[in-house]
């Protein structure tokens, strides 16, 4: 078995398991935010008649998507949200404090882990070595009875980045590279596991945005096998954590890719889809009116500080817009200390709580014909405001720099 099959075993309480047979699991942690914890609630009380869920620790409830809430409609979701919270006696319910998976991830997850979320980006855990997966509401309602779900085994790609990872290019670069190469339906309810030299490089944040997107080419997982980088994160966070170091060396891959990291150049990924990618000197020049900084792919700390060592003592263009939104209050609060939110408001933007905000369209929207270029993993129609719109997706640096000229620009040459 490879990795991800060994957590998978484990999981189900038995010695082997093998891609395509069907398991029960038991899960470490449920995860659910306010985009559909309302539905798993109505599902779980008056589809399932249930009525305590079978943890009060390890159900974890965040509201993040529409937070502080913008619609009477949202306000109604987190009403609901935090009286069950309450009827519960849930330890965990996050309510405006960051988004969803960038708080598991400084909170709760832990390598080795069996997580699932009622939200497709779950798969972001496997920056630290834990297995997770987002599914719809009913699974995760039934997840509620009794800590147990089905899944299926899949078969796991193995992507080798190795190289040296080139000035100006980052994570997000590559995954918008293996995207492209794959396909948005690439790695459909396949596993994804990241090796090679470039990720051992690469800081935990760096890898979160690898595996982040690994769902926008359908993966079921993303995975990478947890080393010292794991342990110092955790440690930092005052948590210790204890995992086998030993080599995998006898697991099976449906297919090996491998990618030179140093032959990548910055990539956009052009409306509406995550799959149409390209080279960002083909896009360059291209005038855009909105630049957003943030969510769950590209708002932590490590992104905030690329962003603003591009935007000290600079201004962003006339007529355009820069919205800044840290993934969490931790993020908020060291990038405060830090002086990293003055020089983006000296730069001109502007700073929004933690939330998913202008990814998720629930702030920043776009009028019609306007253009955005974004930090944020989808570029769907109508995704952030007007249908008429047009989403482009970039890593910080290339936001940053774009924004100081209100034109797509290479971070290269400001770097
Ligand atoms: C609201 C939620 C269910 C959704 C998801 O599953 O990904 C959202 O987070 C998104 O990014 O589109
Ligand atoms: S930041 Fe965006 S991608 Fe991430 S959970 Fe929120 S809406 Fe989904």
């Not at 007007?386 to 890593?395: E, M, T």
Request: charged share 25%; hydrophobic share 40%; aromatic share 6%.
């Amino acid at each position: 078995m490879n990795e991800i099959e060994r957590i998978i075993a484990k999981h189900a309480g038995v010695d082997s398991v093998k891609p395509g047979e069907i398991v029960e699991v038991e899960v470490d942690l449920v995860m659910t935010n306010d985009g559909t914890t309302a539905l798993n609630i109505d599902i779980f009380e008056n589809q399932l008649g249930c009525d305590k869920v079978w943890d009060n620790e390890k159900l974890i409830m965040i509201m993040d998507h529409y937070i502080p809430s913008n619609t009477i409609a949202a306000a109604n979701s987190h009403k609901i949200m935090r009286e069950f919270g309450v009827k519960n006696n849930l330890k965990y319910v996050y309510d405006g404090v960051g988004v969803c998976h960038q708080l598991m991830l400084e909170k709760h997850v832990e390598p080795g882990q069996l997580i699932i979320g009622a939200d497709s980006h779950t798969c972001s855990y496997g920056s630290v070595g834990a297995l997770s997966t987002g599914m719809g509401s009913t699974d995760i309602a039934v997840s509620w009875m009794d800590g147990r779900t089905w899944l299926k085994v899949p078969e796991t790609i193995k992507i080798i980045l190795d190289g040296e990872i080139p000035k100006g290019v980052y994570a997000k670069d590559m995954i918008l590279k293996i995207i492209a190469d794959m396909t948005a339906k690439g790695a459909t309810y396949k596993a994804v596991l990241f090796e090679g030299t470039a990720v051992e490089a690469m800081s935990i944040s760096e890898r979160t945005t690898l595996c982040n997107m690994v769902i926008e080419a359908g993966g079921k997982f993303a995975y990478i096998k947890p080393d010292d980088k794991v342990r110092e994160y955790m440690a930092a966070q005052g948590r210790e954590v204890d995992f086998d170091d030993e080599e995998c060396t006898d697991g099976e891959y449906e297919q090996i890719i491998n990618y030179d990291v140093s032959e990548i150049e910055p990539q956009i990924a052009c409306p509406h889809t995550v799959d149409n990618v390209c080279d960002l000197s083909e896009v360059e020049g291209m005038e855009i009116d909105e630049f957003f900084i943030g969510a769950c792919t590209n708002g932590r700390y490590e992104d905030l500080e690329v962003a603003a060592a591009i935007l000290k003592g600079k201004t962003i263009a006339p007529n355009v817009r820069l919205i800044v939104t840290p993934a969490s209050r931790e993020i908020y609060k060291k990038a405060a200390r830090e002086g990293l939110l003055e020089i983006f408001m000296d730069a001109g933007a502007m700073i929004s709580n933690p939330s998913c905000g202008t990814c998720f369209g629930s702030e920043g929207l776009l009028g019609d014909g306007e253009r955005l270029l974004s930090t944020a993993n989808r570029n769907f129609i109508g995704r952030v405001g007007s249908k008429d719109g047009f989403i482009y997706l970039a890593s910080p640096a290339v936001v940053a720099a774009s924004a100081i000229t209100g034109k797509i620009s290479d971070p290269r040459e400001v770097l």
